[in-house]
């Protein structure tokens, strides 16, 4: 199968994709700081670049994009149909990834939220996950995960 755009066409489209203040993690930011939750952003003093760095309740939070991190069931975790291996071995490598700075965190001692970015798509969601996770930093649970394997586009 062919792609529907030229290699440069595709290539600017992809270098627009951005790795952080995304309008997920923008709209986690927001409804989180309204409750009251002061947080550091993106610091490489702590192992994987966090999102969302809570050091009072030793906690971190990652807003995963649903394609490029895997989102097990979810819809938006396609796989294009052009070069599959490439994009198998970069999926691959990207969760192998995932999976070692969780790993390592935990050893580190924090406590790890991943959000995915379906959770995050309309206000009502934000507001329903941004409840969860405020939950979530209250407690001494350790990990949580937020997603929704049943989103719908709208």
């Known amino acids: 199968m062919t792609d529907i755009v030229d290699q440069q066409t595709r290539s600017r489209m992809m270098s627009g994709i951005r790795g952080k203040n995304t309008r997920p993690e ?7 700081h309204a409750r009251g939750f002061r947080f550091r952003l993106h610091s490489g003093k702590v192992h994987g670049r966090p999102d969302l760095i809570l050091p009072k309740h030793r906690a971190v939070v990652f807003v995963h ?4 991190h895997r ?8 796989a294009p149909a052009t070069r599959p291996e490439f994009w198998l071995a970069k999926f691959d490598a990207n969760v192998a990834r995932d999976s070692a700075v969780r790993k390592r ?3 580190d001692g924090w406590r790890m939220a991943t959000v995915w970015e379906c959770t995050l798509r309309k206000p009502e969601q934000v507001e329903a996950s941004t409840e969860t996770l405020s939950i ?3 407690s001494e649970e350790l990990q ?7 989103a719908r586009q709208s």
Do not use: K
Not at 26 to 32: D, I
């Open 71 to 78: 989102h097990e069931g979810c819809r938006y975790a396609t």
């Open 26 to 32: 923008l709209a986690l930011r927001r409804a989180l």
């Open 105 to 107: 965190l935990l050893e």
């Open 65 to 68: 994009g649903c394609f490029w």
């Open 136 to 138: 979530w930093l209250r």
């Open 144 to 150: 949580i995960e937020i997603g929704d394997n049943n």
